[in-house]
C-alpha cells in the first residue's frame, strides 16, 4: 500500500502526518510541487516482460508525460533481490542529493522509498504498483529501495546528463528510517 508520512525534519520517530489514501497523498504532494498519479496498463505486464511490451502497456500516460514535460528519453530499470549489484545499487542513492532535472518514476511492479527533503519537513513516499512519482529539479531526497530490491520501473530524461546526483554531504537521511519491505505501515 502506497503511504505518505511527514516529519519535521528534526524529529524523525514521529511522523506529523501518515496517509495511505491515495487522493491525500497527491494532494499533500502537490502543495511542494511534486506530482503522485496512478496509472493503470492497457494490457497485463510482468517482471521479466521485455521494456518495449512494458512502455507499450502505458503508452498513452507516457506520450502524455512526454508532451506535457518535454522529456526526450524513456527507459525502464529492473532490479530483482538476488542482484549481485543491490546492496552498492541501494547505497547509491541513500544519501541526500538533488538533480538538475526532475526525477520522474512509474513503478510497474514492486516498490521503492522516495524522501523527500523540503524547508523544515522531510516527505517519506513508499511507491508501489501503479504509482508514478515526479520529483521537481533541485529538490534535495533520497531513494532507498530496500535491503532486497524488487521492482521494474519506467524513467523519463529531459537531459543525459541531468541525471547526475549532487550530493549535499548532510547526514539527514541517516537519522530518518530505512525501507524495510516486512515493515508495517
Known amino acids: 500500500m ?33 506530482i503522485f498519479e496512478q496509472w493503470q496498463a492497457s ?8 521494456p518495449e511490451k512494458i ?16 522529456f526526450k528519453t524513456v527507459d525502464v530499470v529492473s532490479i530483482a533481490p538476488d542482484n549481485p549489484q543491490r546492496e552498492a545499487m541501494r547505497t547509491k542513492f541513500l544519501d541526500e542529493h538533488f538533480h538538475k532535472e526532475d526525477e520522474v518514476r512509474f ?11 523540503v524547508e523544515d519537513k522531510v516527505y517519506e513516499i513508499k511507491c508501489e504498483q501503479g504509482d508514478l512519482i515526479g520529483v521537481p529539479d533541485s ?7 530496500g535491503p532486497e530490491p ?10 543525459p546528463d ?8 548532510t547526514d539527514i ?7 524495510e519491505k516486512g515493515q508495517a505501515g
Request: aromatic share 12%; net charge neutral; hydrophobic share 40%.
Open 173 to 179: 537521511a541517516q537519522r530518518f528510517p530505512r525501507y
Open 2 to 34: 502506497s503511504r505518505l508520512r511527514i516529519f519535521s525534519e528534526n524529529e524523525p520517530g514521529t511522523p506529523q502526518l501518515s496517509s495511505s489514501d491515495r487522493a491525500q497523498i497527491a494532494n499533500e504532494l502537490q502543495r511542494i510541487g511534486v
Open 107 to 117: 513503478f510497474v511492479a514492486g516498490s521503492g522509498l522516495f524522501t523527500l527533503h
Open 43 to 50: 494490457a497485463p505486464v510482468a517482471p521479466g516482460d521485455a
Open 55 to 70: 512502455m507499450e502497456a502505458y503508452r498513452a500516460d507516457i506520450d502524455r508525460l512526454i508532451a506535457e514535460r518535454g
Open 150 to 159: 524488487s521492482f521494474v520501473a519506467i524513467r523519463f530524461f529531459t537531459e
Open 162 to 169: 541531468g541525471w547526475v546526483g549532487h550530493f549535499t554531504g
Open 139 to 145: 529538490t534535495k531526497h533520497w531513494f532507498d529501495m
